[in-house]
């Protein structure tokens, strides 16, 4: 009764508009999740190093004098250097993808290093225009807030419908015949290495600008900062699935909905995140929370078929 | 055209998997075969026989040990496997191959359409070419033309064999390979699929390989019919001969040349 009257629903509704923004803006991380986990069927790890390359190279070139919108599209190619050495590592020198991956972040390791010069460089609001702050959501007028949270989901609906038409291309088709059945793809000519290869950049470019926007979003970059990062763009990708994906299947821009079911699945899991902390869950847990939360949205289909079959409901 | 003039010549084309192993099999022992253009050569023999695996080398799978593979008149002997698909069509065993099951029937006919050619950032498909589509589709007479939106998993195996064959055609190849195409299907659905491949054959005037564990199938269709046995060509009759061959015949065949082991397959094989 005391844990119940020591908690205060009013900390908890101050806490989620930062959550949501912070949803948000790593639902771009998700979508480059999406692209390869789900269209090319590829469970890319590099995005737990690409994600901090994109920040390392958007504070350091921010505290350098450049703009900060401008060190998006320079995070984004970056990210998509880290994705290009996956793609060669898996497709040129013949290592298992997740093992490229793997190779990749680790290096990456270094790489962020070497970026930043130390393990943890700032980048205060106060010094910088930056294109997102927690700031923005915390302080200021209601007004600006409303403003801010606008530009961020006009931000998100202009980049899924870039995606959106890009998958809808004769290129973004052949990513989408690889993901799907390679021996086809190949059959009808096309490059599956190749296309593989621009599937991880693509994706890591868009890991990588997230990681831009995060590292100014909380001001800092840490050379630790995308540990388990694909857990929670898995999480993201998972619980937009579970919850939305029967109702975007279903829509006439069915990709573009299910893109934006993958961003609300990055809010929610952020909103529920701050939940638990809210609860007093200690932060040292969290980690193991999401891989919780993970295993338990990709292991409730599963289980659901098994359970189906069982009864004789499914063909086998 | 070639200077030889044939469609495609195979010469002493040799294949050894899991060379220095226990597993060693050497599947293609000098395939030697000329196809002319517009032959519809239906190819039998027991299993292990070569059938498949000498589709599989003309269509680059995986690299060849030994000899040549021309298809009218270019070398493709060491073109990678996509670098070949302008050339051929392919239908496989197992209806999952050939369609991607999550895209929509249009996608994938869309995409078979721009075999050969580079993938830019142009829309995926065309108003006009949705109208050919549907031309085409509605010929197959499987209704399929009005669910081109439909993903390609929802269908049937004898429709997805069906759109497979659609795919193989639509952007004219110089050689269609049809690999034991029907074994999946139930019989009535196969002989649908076949008659679709007959029409597509003749209409298009492709020349064409087809294996077949199915005899009878293997004396009804094309021009010309071969049988393998330890990865070689070791029979090959066409025109009239063919038409008059029965399963009788080839078995007998079978039998000579085997000794006494195809016995053992004759169950397999009438």
């Known amino acids: 009764m005391e844990y119940f009257l020591s908690l205060n629903p009013m900390a908890l509704l101050r806490a989620w508009p930062g959550s949501i923004a912070q949803g948000m803006i790593w639902g771009i991380m998700a979508l480059g999740v999406y692209i390869t986990f789900r269209l090319l069927d590829f469970a890319d790890l590099t995005v737990d190093g690409s994600i901090t390359t994109g920040a390392a190279v958007s504070v350091m070139l921010i505290r350098g004098g450049v703009s900060p919108i401008l060190t998006l599209p320079i995070a984004f190619a970056a990210g998509m250097l880290a994705g290009l050495v996956t793609g060669l590592l898996n497709t040129s020198l013949g290592i298992p993808g997740i093992l490229a991956s793997i190779l990749t972040q680790l290096s990456l390791y270094s790489v962020n290093l070497v970026i930043m010069g130390k393990a943890n460089q700032p980048v205060s609001v106060d010094k910088y225009p930056l294109v997102v702050s927690l700031r923005y959501v915390t302080g200021g007028s209601t007004g600006s807030r409303i403003l801010f949270f606008a530009g961020l989901a006009l931000f998100l609906v202009v980049l899924v419908g870039i995606l959106y038409w890009y998958f809808g291309t004769e290129s973004g088709q052949a990513i989408r015949a690889t993901g799907c059945n390679s021996s086809m793809a190949r059959a009808q000519g096309i490059n599956t290495d190749l296309v593989k290869v621009l599937a991880l950049m693509i994706s890591n470019g868009m890991v990588g600008m997230c990681g831009a926007l995060y590292v100014q979003f909380q001001g800092s970059a840490d050379v630790n900062m995308g540990r388990g990062a694909i857990v929670i763009g898995l999480a993201a990708v998972i619980i937009g699935e579970v919850l939305f994906g029967k109702f975007a299947a279903k829509q006439k821009l069915a990709f573009a909905f299910t893109q934006m079911a993958v961003i609300i699945g990055a809010v929610i899991y952020y909103m529920v995140y701050q939940f638990v902390l809210w609860l007093k869950m200690p932060s040292d847990y969290m980690k193991l929370f999401s891989a919780v939360v993970v295993a338990l949205f990709l292991a409730v289909p599963y289980l659901k078929e098994k359970h189906l079959r069982k009864k004789g409901v499914v063909k086998a | ?270």
């Open chain 2, 1 to 270: 055209m070639s200077k030889t003039g044939y469609a495609l010549e195979i010469s002493n084309v040799h294949k050894v998997f899991n060379r220095g192993t226990i597993n060693e099999k050497a599947a293609l022992n000098g395939v030697d075969l000329n196809l002319n253009p517009g032959d519809f050569v239906t190819i039998i023999g027991g299993n292990g026989a070569g059938k498949s695996t000498t589709l599989n080398a003309i269509a680059g799978v995986w690299p060849t040990d030994e000899g040549r593979i021309i298809i009218d008149g270019t070398d493709i002997t060491r073109l990678a496997e996509h670098k070949r698909a302008p050339y051929l069509g392919r239908v496989f065993q197992d209806p999952m191959t050939g369609t991607a099951a999550t895209m929509d029937i249009e996608e994938n006919l869309a995409i078979a359409y721009r075999r050969g050619q580079r993938r830019t950032l142009k829309w995926g498909i065309s108003k006009p070419e949705r109208e050919l589509f549907r031309e085409k589709l509605c010929v197959l007479g499987l209704g399929l033309e009005d669910r081109m939106t439909s993903k390609v998993g929802l269908l049937s195996g004898g429709q997805r064999q069906a759109i497979t064959l659609l795919m193989a055609s639509l952007k004219q190849p110089k050689l269609l390979l049809l690999d034991e195409h029907t074994a999946a299907l139930d019989p009535k659905t196969a002989a649908k699929v076949l008659e679709i491949s007959d029409q597509i054959i003749s209409e298009n005037h492709l020349t064409a390989m087809m294996v077949t564990h199915n005899m009878k199938d293997a004396i009804a269709h094309g021009n010309r019919l071969i049988m393998m046995h330890e990865g070689r060509v070791i029979y090959d009759v066409s025109g009239e001969e063919k038409k008059n061959l029965h399963v009788k015949d080839l078995l007998a065949r079978f039998e000579e040349v085997s000794g006494g082991e195809f016995a053992n397959d004759r169950m397999i094989l009438a």
